[in-house]
């Protein structure tokens, strides 16, 4: 199964796709500012562009696995996803993706923190 991932954030949020067999995740974007109307219309179309059959979207949970501030603004975001997308949205705990994400090239890179978010759900789910 085809899935895509959403490192969601306020300014920035990271776009990783599977391959067709869900099995191997790599990032594709950085889509800018996805609660605008621009915003939104850009990761529309990268979603119809990239046909999953599934999206996951990265839910931030604190260390203790609790939901803080940014986590029901990921839950604003992802409500207004599911009214927009044509296939199912989920979210999956993404503690840490943005420090492997960091450690692993350098930098703050939203799209890598996705793929490594992606790496989790697929694995978790590989059976």
Do not use: N
């Amino acid at each position: 199964m085809k899935v895509v991932a959403l490192d969601y954030g306020r300014a920035r949020t990271g776009v990783a796709v599977s391959d067709a067999t869900g099995t191997v995740a790599r990032p594709v974007k950085v889509v800018d500012r996805v609660r605008s109307r621009a915003g939104r219309a850009a990761l529309l179309e990268t979603l119809r562009e990239l046909a999953p059959e599934r999206v996951v979207v990265g839910l931030p949970l604190t260390l203790r696995g609790e939901r803080g501030r940014q986590a029901g603004e990921t839950l604003a975001f992802v409500d207004e996803l599911r009214s927009a997308c044509p296939v199912p949205v989920e979210t999956y705990d993404e503690r840490l993706t943005t420090a492997m994400a960091v450690r692993l090239t350098g930098k703050d890179d939203d799209a890598v923190a996705a793929a490594h978010l992606l790496e989790g759900y697929l694995q978790r789910f590989a059976g």
